[in-house]
Each structure stands twice: as C-alpha cells, then as structure tokens.
C-alpha cells in the first residue's frame, strides 16, 4: 500500500497528475493515510528510512495548504 501512495506522490509532485479537482480529492486521503496508517502500522524503519520520500514531500506540502 505505502508503494502505491508513494507512485501517487511521485506522480503529483512530478505534476504528471495536475487535474486540480483530483487533487483535492485526494489531499484528506493523503493526510488521513500518512498520519494514521503510515506513522502508526508502519515501522520504525519505513517512516526513517530514504523510503516513500515522495509520500513523505507531497503530505508536508498537503499539510501546509491545509
């Protein structure tokens, strides 16, 4: 799941997704996910590590518009 969510970020940080409406569908997604999925089931490793960085970019950037 959190490679999905990273392909997701990558590909609006990227702006190969730029439908405006889609993206805001999607910001609360992003939010509840990282905050409840990622930083709570995910392990120590996962949230440390280089990994899902582009998930990690696009919810600060979320997080900030909010």
């Known amino acids: 799941m959190f490679n999905s969510l990273d392909w997701l970020s990558f590909m609006i940080n990227e702006r190969i ?5 889609l993206i805001e ?3 609360p997604m992003i939010i509840g996910y990282y905050e409840d999925t990622f930083l709570k089931s995910g392990s120590a490793n996962e949230r440390d590590s280089s990994h899902y ?3 990690k970019k696009l919810y600060q ?3 900030k518009q909010v």
Request: hydrophobic residues 30%.
């Open 17 to 21: 997704i730029t439908d405006k409406k």
């Open 53 to 55: 960085q582009q998930l």
């Open 25 to 27: 569908y999607i910001k």
């Open 61 to 63: 950037t979320v997080k």
